[in-house]
């Protein structure tokens, strides 16, 4: 059964200073409810957008990056509907029913060597934030907060080009990693990123899966929805075409209180901006000024680190991961080594913490803790229980391998001594050795073992082959 | 264009205004009478006209650069709580 | 001290004299108070007065002792059309939406008088939110013409014309979106220019139709016009619509004359008027020849259209710019808490006036699904046809006249049953807005003691020439301007 899948994104343009059509700060975020308004945002009589610049370079910015056409003029359009936290009771956004209005149009995307289309990316205002005291439905009024109102977003549109949800999630990774790398949308703060998600099986009704919080929500709901929708399918229940949410607690996808009065948003043209002419040289110029995006990072990575693309992928998945591992790059000179780091323990910490800059390392640490193995000071086994302890306390790896004398016992004296002890105990396993060579690598584990992986391996084999050696003749 | 009171009723609830029966009555005609007056518009062929739109460079907008209101915007507020501001309930 | 009527004297005469120290600016503006105090329960001009007025007076006053260096209009009184917005000051747009409304912050172009020293007395009536063409719409008061008050003063700035016309101010703001700066000076004898669109600020100008309305100046004299838009001028980083353009001093040329200028009498606009009417602007016309212009007649076809264009076009923006009158934020406050918002909504929307909801529940009509095309679209399309006809006929000619209205002031309460009717009277005035073209309109003559307007347009930015045009048939003109 084929399944088609399209998004509707919505990421706030946190890279600003400014809102959108005025000049309130556009991190809104801890401020006391209503600090951050001024006439223009709070829709006062009289009162006209001034639009930023700044969000149309950086609108620009994705749309090339994500292969879009770019028309030599946008302009802006008003939708009008009314609702509480709309403080003119229409929005100001791009629309191209009539004319291409938006920034980008007809774009594609390129992930783990699928393509998806990108039907538009546009600007265009976030609303206030309504607030319940006691739930929806039984406060008698509702309090908004406008400090939110008129901040930009960048809608971006796909075609219903997905059929899998594991796509779906590969697409938001790399959109995700776009994003941090021109800094438009720091999609790791709260409410920062909203998606919209549209399935229709085969010979089905479309489903909308309206504001699903976070990229990474996105795929379970996907996953639930299908498989509701299959389930239907069973039963021979017809499924409706309706609008859905994500709740992310209960992790199921739910019917919208069905308010489904056909909407009407009687766009037009909004007359208080003329059109913007964006011309050749801004695009040159901006083309100039675009930072190497996520494709060409790994492709780099590849060529001249000789990483392998799958780990390669992992790097530039996440923006600050790529920066962290080439500024430790810049102070250790063993690309291999250290990406080895970045794609196995330390993804793991990465992963729990949300993010590399919520570790307490630097790469300072990163590089000493590969120099120390490299060297041979101490052990990889080692280099692990040191990682563990670092990412917490930030202290230098030297530190805590001194504190914990975790020096490799690299000493042929105190070693036979170990190997000796070993040997007395595990006598048949020293018989075995003596007939089947594979066996010495379990007096080897013994001996690792019985000093807690500090027992240098290279000299641990040598001194029981000695050994075995001796005792044979 | 015949208009009719139930489109009348629509508009009215698009644009959030209440109108009793007679005024339904009364805003249908002359809504009716309007329209058709527009409707001249389709005796003339405009095919191929292209709208002229100003624009202007992009360079002419704002630049992004905040500044806090210095007007006293929250003394138009008459309904609010703990700054916020008290609006209808939503259910 | 110099002996003049403060109450009829022009601008420039005045502050001339504030500014030698011979006129006391507390005096003259407590005079133009009592004067108001005296005639407002005839004309009903004024929606508020401002209270500050004699105090700022009395800092003119000692900035001239002084000798401090004084703005173009230190000191002259200004009444302020109640659409534009004035902090500390109400500013209700005539609608029981914003009947206790103070705007935190003044529009551009008070913040631009009142730094020419100018001092606002007065906020004036309008047609609520400026939909109208007879000041009968307003909710709270309907203003009458001074030189008739059983008929209406024109509108929506009739507050505005009818104050100068009654000598109760000695300048006046008004707005023009189809007219409603035109039509009340051709009605109440006084001089009002609508300028080129983005040539004055609409940064506090509260909208009904953003893309075709603007802030001008209404006086007594075409000179005083040339000085109150010497002050209004200029690029509003607040307003993204207004112009690059540098200042002017409008009355430097102002004397220039119209020798052999090109002047288009237009069909159009004359062939269906008032015979009194007709008779006027044909003079008029003729009195251009005597000073030397070239007169011919012009056709513009389009112009048919126009009206329907406007209309449609002003109503849809309407439709849009009102809804954000809700009652939650500022506005009227019918206490939210308990109701369901959207009736709430509509509770508080249906406060407005019968003109304002018929208008916006057209707007939404020309803007729905469906319609788009058939109306709005083909209004904006009809918009590009006028503009280009207009321009090609500016190719030849430097000005193009016309009368303003195509009826005489009428009684009040003649037109208000029927909507159509009553747009119909804006036919000569609605093109200037449409494309965007400055147009002024000035006292021509009486008939009958009723006041005749003639309207001279010309191209993008020619203010200059309109008022020099404007000045020379003024000089030899003579026509009563204020009854006291
Ligand atoms: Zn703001």
């Known amino acids: 059964m084929k399944i088609n899948i399209g998004l509707e994104i919505h990421c706030q343009m946190t890279g600003l200073k400014s809102k959108l059509f005025c000049s309130c700060e556009a991190d809104y975020r801890g401020k006391q409810p209503n600090g951050n308004i001024c006439p223009i945002c709070l829709g006062l009589p009289g009162t006209l957008p001034l639009l930023n610049k700044k969000a149309l370079e950086n609108a620009l910015m994705l749309s090339l990056a994500l292969n879009c ?4 003029v946008v302009s802006f359009y008003r939708k009008n509907y009314f609702y509480p936290d709309l403080p003119k009771n229409f929005q100001i956004t791009q629309y191209n029913s009539y004319q291409i209005s938006s920034i980008g149009s007809g774009g594609t995307v390129e992930f783990d060597h699928k393509k998806v289309r990108i039907r538009r990316i546009q600007l265009e205002e976030d609303p206030g934030r309504l607030v319940y005291e006691s739930g929806i439905a ?17 809608e971006i549109v796909t075609e219903p080009d997905f059929d899998d949800p594991k ?47 976070s990229f990474k929500e996105v795929e379970k709901a996907l996953v639930f929805e299908i498989s509701r929708q299959k389930s239907f399918g069973i039963k021979g229940i017809e499924v409706k075409s309706e609008t859905r949410h994500w709740d992310d607690i209960r992790r199921i ?23 913007a002419y964006l011309g050749n040289e801004l695009i040159n110029s901006l083309t100039k000024q675009m930072p190497e995006l996520p494709d060409a990072r790994k492709s780099r990575f590849v060529e001249n680190f000789g990483l392998s693309e799958q780990n390669a992928q992992i790097l530039i998945d996440e923006k600050d991961t790529a920066d962290f591992f080439e500024e430790s790059l810049k102070l250790y000179d063993d690309a291999k080594e250290i990406s080895n780091w970045f794609v196995t323990d330390l ?10 800059r919520s570790l307490k390392i630097k790469p300072s640490h990163i590089a000493e803790l590969v120099k120390l193995v490299n060297q041979s000071t101490i052990s990889r086994n080692t280099a692990k229980q040191i990682l563990q302890q670092i990412v917490k306390s930030g202290e230098m790896p030297s530190v805590v391998m001194n504190n914990l004398k975790a020096t490799k016992i690299s000493n042929e004296e105190a070693l036979i001594q170990i190997v000796d002890d070993v040997f007395a105990k595990e006598t048949i396993a020293v018989r075995d050795a003596l007939k089947n060579e594979k066996a010495i690598n379990f007096l080897l584990g013994k001996v690792i073992q019985s000093t807690r992986g500090r027992a240098d391996p290279k000299l641990t084999t040598e001194l029981i082959r000695k050994k075995i050696a001796s005792i044979s003749t | 264009m015949m208009v009719s009171k139930e489109e009348v009723k629509h508009l009215a609830w698009l644009a959030r205004i209440e109108l009793d029966d007679k005024e339904l009555e009364v805003y249908t005609k002359q809504v009716e009478q309007i329209i058709s007056y527009f409707d001249t518009l389709d005796k003339i062929s405009l095919e191929d006209i292209h709208i002229s739109q100003r624009s202007v460079p992009y360079s002419k907008f704002r630049d992004d650069v905040p500044k806090e209101s210095t007007d006293n915007v929250l003394s138009v507020v008459k309904n609010s709580k703990e700054k916020f501001v008290k609006a209808p309930k939503m259910a | 001290m110099i002996t003049m009527d403060l109450l009829t004297s022009s601008a420039a005469d005045i502050v001339t004299q504030i500014k030698k120290g011979y006129v006391s600016t507390e005096e003259y503006i407590a005079k133009i108070f009592d004067h108001i105090k005296k005639v407002e329960s005839n004309v009903h001009a004024y929606i508020s007065l401002n209270d500050l007025a004699i105090e700022r007076a009395r800092e003119v006053d000692s900035a001239v002792k002084r000798g401090e260096k004084l703005g173009k209009l230190a000191g002259i009184a200004i009444a302020v059309k109640d659409n534009i917005c004035t902090s500390n000051m109400k500013t209700t747009c005539a609608s029981k939406i914003l ?23 007065g906020k004036t009536n309008l047609d609520e ?3 109208g063409t007879t000041t009968e719409f307003s909710r709270f008061k309907e203003t009458r013409n001074p030189w008739d008050i059983e008929r209406v003063p024109g509108g929506s700035s009739g507050g505005s014309a009818a104050s100068l016309a009654a000598g109760e101010t000695t300048l006046a703001l008004g707005s023009d979106t189809g007219g409603s700066i035109r039509c009340p000076a051709s009605f109440c004898s006084v001089v009002g220019l609508k300028p080129t669109y983005g040539l004055v600020s609409r940064f506090g100008l509260v909208s009904f139709a953003n893309s075709l309305e603007l802030i001008g100046p209404m006086c007594r004299s075409v000179y005083d016009t040339a000085l109150m838009l010497n002050c209004i001028t200029g690029r509003d980083s607040m307003d993204h619509t207004t112009l690059d353009v540098d200042t002017k001093d409008y009355t430097a040329t102002i004397t220039q004359g119209v020798k052999g200028l090109k002047i288009g009498l237009v069909r159009e606009m004359i062939s269906d008027v008032d015979e009194h009417v007709s008779k006027t602007i044909h003079d008029a016309a003729s009195k251009f020849e005597s000073l030397g212009a070239n007169l011919n007649e012009v056709s513009i076809d389009s112009l048919q259209y126009a009206l329907a264009s406007y209309y ?56 729905s699904s469906g319609y788009y095309g058939k109306y709005y679209l083909k209004a904006q399309k009809v918009r590009t046809l006028i503009k280009q006809e207009f321009a090609s006929l500016f190719k030849t000619y430097d000005l193009l006249i016309a009368p303003t209205m195509p009826i005489l002031p009428f009684k009040i309460g003649e037109k208000t049953m029927d909507p159509l009717h009553m747009y119909m009277t804006d036919i000569d005035t609605v093109a200037a807005n449409l494309i965007g073209i400055p147009s002024i309109s000035i006292p021509c003559a009486f008939t009958d003691g009723l006041p005749i307007g003639l309207q001279i347009m010309g191209d993008h930015l020619s203010e200059e020439l309109l008022i020099r045009a404007a000045y020379a048939f003024e000089e030899i003109t003579d026509v009563k301007k204020v009854i006291v």
């Open chain 3, 312 to 367: 449609t076009i002003a109503m849809a923006e309407a439709s849009s710019n009102l809804a954000r009158y809700d009652g939650v934020r500022y506005g009227i406050d019918m206490g939210p808490e308990g109701f369901e918002w959207n009736s709430y909504y509509t509770k508080v929307r249906s406060n407005f006036g019968d003109v304002v909801k018929r208008r916006i529940i057209i707007g939404t009509y020309v803007l």
């Open chain 1, 69 to 72: 056409k770019i028309p030599d």
């Open chain 1, 347 to 356: 993804k793991v910490f990465i992963n729990e913490a949300n993010g590399i």
């Open chain 3, 99 to 121: 009947e206790h409304y103070i705007p935190p912050y003044n529009a551009t172009v008070i913040e631009m008088l009142e730094r020419e020293g100018a001092i606002i007395i």
């Open chain 1, 167 to 213: 796509d779906v999630k590969l697409f938001l990774n790399k959109l995700v990693s776009v994003l941090e790398h021109l800094g438009t949308c720091d999609t790791k703060l709260d409410g920062a990123v909203r998606c919209d998600v549209n399935i229709s099986q085969e010979n089905k009704k479309k489903v909308e899966i309206k504001n699903v919080g």
């Open chain 1, 253 to 275: 996808t739910i019917q919208s209180r069905t308010k489904e009065e056909e909407q009407d948003y009687r766009y037009f043209p909004e007359p208080d901006i003329p059109a």
């Open chain 1, 138 to 154: 039984t406060s008698n009024y509702t309090l908004v907060d406008y400090n939110r109102a008129g901040v930009a977003l960048m």
């Open chain 3, 129 to 131: 939110f400026a939909m």
